[in-house]
Protein backbone atom coordinates (compact mmCIF):
# COMPACT_ATOMS: atom_id res chain seq x y z
CA UNK A 1 0.00 0.00 0.00
CA UNK A 2 1.13 3.81 -0.28
CA UNK A 3 0.16 6.44 1.50
CA UNK A 4 0.48 10.34 1.08
CA UNK A 5 0.24 12.63 4.31
CA UNK A 6 -0.03 16.03 3.91
CA UNK A 7 1.35 19.64 6.53
CA UNK A 8 1.31 22.67 6.75
CA UNK A 9 -2.11 23.89 6.30
CA UNK A 10 -3.39 26.87 8.70
CA UNK A 11 -4.70 30.07 9.11
CA UNK A 12 -3.19 32.69 7.59
CA UNK A 13 -3.77 36.71 6.70
CA UNK A 14 -4.47 37.64 3.26
CA UNK A 15 -1.59 38.35 1.58
CA UNK A 16 0.66 35.70 3.81
CA UNK A 17 2.42 32.88 2.86
CA UNK A 18 2.25 29.08 3.88
CA UNK A 19 3.99 26.02 2.81
CA UNK A 20 2.31 22.86 2.29
CA UNK A 21 4.54 19.09 2.22
CA UNK A 22 3.19 16.07 1.21
CA UNK A 23 5.31 12.95 1.69
CA UNK A 24 4.73 9.21 0.00
CA UNK A 25 5.47 5.95 1.75
CA UNK A 26 4.67 2.71 1.16
CA UNK A 27 5.34 -0.05 -1.51
CA UNK A 28 6.42 2.44 -3.96
CA UNK A 29 8.92 1.48 -6.70
CA UNK A 30 8.40 4.78 -8.68
CA UNK A 31 6.25 7.76 -8.80
CA UNK A 32 5.40 9.47 -11.75
CA UNK A 33 3.37 12.72 -12.00
CA UNK A 34 2.60 14.70 -7.80
CA UNK A 35 0.41 17.25 -7.47
CA UNK A 36 -2.12 19.40 -5.33
CA UNK A 37 -5.24 19.83 -5.40
CA UNK A 38 -7.85 21.71 -3.93
CA UNK A 39 -11.41 21.87 -2.75
CA UNK A 40 -13.74 24.50 -1.42
CA UNK A 41 -17.02 24.51 0.30
CA UNK A 42 -19.33 23.65 -2.47
CA UNK A 43 -17.13 23.26 -5.03
CA UNK A 44 -15.26 20.59 -7.11
CA UNK A 45 -11.81 19.64 -6.52
CA UNK A 46 -9.33 21.31 -9.02
CA UNK A 47 -6.02 20.66 -9.97
CA UNK A 48 -3.27 23.64 -8.23
CA UNK A 49 -0.19 22.91 -9.23
CA UNK A 50 1.61 19.53 -10.99
CA UNK A 51 5.36 18.35 -11.50
CA UNK A 52 6.19 15.84 -13.47
CA UNK A 53 9.01 13.37 -12.36
CA UNK A 54 11.17 15.46 -14.63
CA UNK A 55 10.65 18.46 -13.02
CA UNK A 56 8.00 19.64 -15.56
CA UNK A 57 5.21 22.29 -13.73
CA UNK A 58 2.06 23.18 -14.56
CA UNK A 59 -0.23 25.19 -12.70
CA UNK A 60 -3.83 26.25 -12.35
CA UNK A 61 -3.81 30.47 -13.85
CA UNK A 62 -5.69 31.11 -10.64
CA UNK A 63 -2.14 30.81 -8.93
CA UNK A 64 0.59 31.41 -11.73
CA UNK A 65 3.26 33.87 -10.09
CA UNK A 66 2.14 33.01 -6.39
CA UNK A 67 2.15 29.19 -6.09
CA UNK A 68 5.43 27.23 -6.22
CA UNK A 69 5.11 23.27 -6.95
CA UNK A 70 8.45 21.29 -6.06
CA UNK A 71 9.36 17.39 -5.80
CA UNK A 72 12.21 15.36 -4.30
CA UNK A 73 12.61 12.67 -5.93
CA UNK A 74 14.69 10.39 -3.39
CA UNK A 75 12.43 11.42 -0.79
CA UNK A 76 9.36 11.13 -2.32
CA UNK A 77 7.89 14.48 -1.47
CA UNK A 78 6.10 16.93 -3.07
CA UNK A 79 5.80 20.76 -1.76
CA UNK A 80 3.46 24.08 -2.86
CA UNK A 81 4.98 27.07 -1.48
CA UNK A 82 1.99 29.30 -1.57
CA UNK A 83 2.41 33.23 -1.31
CA UNK A 84 -0.21 36.40 -1.77
CA UNK A 85 -2.59 33.98 -0.49
CA UNK A 86 -6.08 35.52 -1.02
CA UNK A 87 -9.81 34.38 0.58
CA UNK A 88 -10.08 32.42 -2.19
CA UNK A 89 -7.62 30.16 -1.77
CA UNK A 90 -9.57 28.99 0.95
CA UNK A 91 -9.64 25.21 0.77
CA UNK A 92 -8.92 21.83 1.73
CA UNK A 93 -5.98 21.16 -0.31
CA UNK A 94 -5.48 17.35 -1.28
CA UNK A 95 -1.59 15.63 -2.33
CA UNK A 96 -1.71 13.50 -5.36
CA UNK A 97 0.72 10.88 -6.73
CA UNK A 98 0.83 8.52 -9.58
CA UNK A 99 2.46 5.85 -8.14
CA UNK A 100 4.19 2.78 -9.60
CA UNK A 101 4.37 0.01 -6.54
CA UNK A 102 4.22 -3.50 -8.15
CA UNK A 103 5.71 -4.65 -11.29
CA UNK A 104 3.30 -5.10 -14.17
CA UNK A 105 1.02 -3.45 -12.77
CA UNK A 106 -0.07 0.29 -14.04
CA UNK A 107 0.34 3.33 -12.09
CA UNK A 108 -2.15 4.10 -10.28
CA UNK A 109 -3.69 7.54 -8.36
CA UNK A 110 -2.97 7.74 -4.67
CA UNK A 111 -4.38 10.78 -2.73
CA UNK A 112 -3.54 12.27 1.04
CA UNK A 113 -6.46 12.80 3.75
CA UNK A 114 -6.00 16.84 2.77
CA UNK A 115 -4.55 19.81 4.98
CA UNK A 116 -7.30 22.61 5.45
CA UNK A 117 -5.57 26.01 4.05
CA UNK A 118 -8.14 29.53 5.93
CA UNK A 119 -7.30 33.07 4.12
CA UNK A 120 -10.26 34.96 5.80
CA UNK A 121 -11.84 37.56 4.19
Known amino acids: QVQLVESGGGSVQPGGSLRLSCAAS????????MGWYRQAPGKQRELVAG???????NYADSVKGRFTISRDNAKNTVDLQMASLEPEDTAVYFC???????????????WGKGTLVTVPS
Open 51 to 57: ITSGGTT
Open 26 to 33: GSIISINA
Open 96 to 110: NALVVYGFGYDPMDF
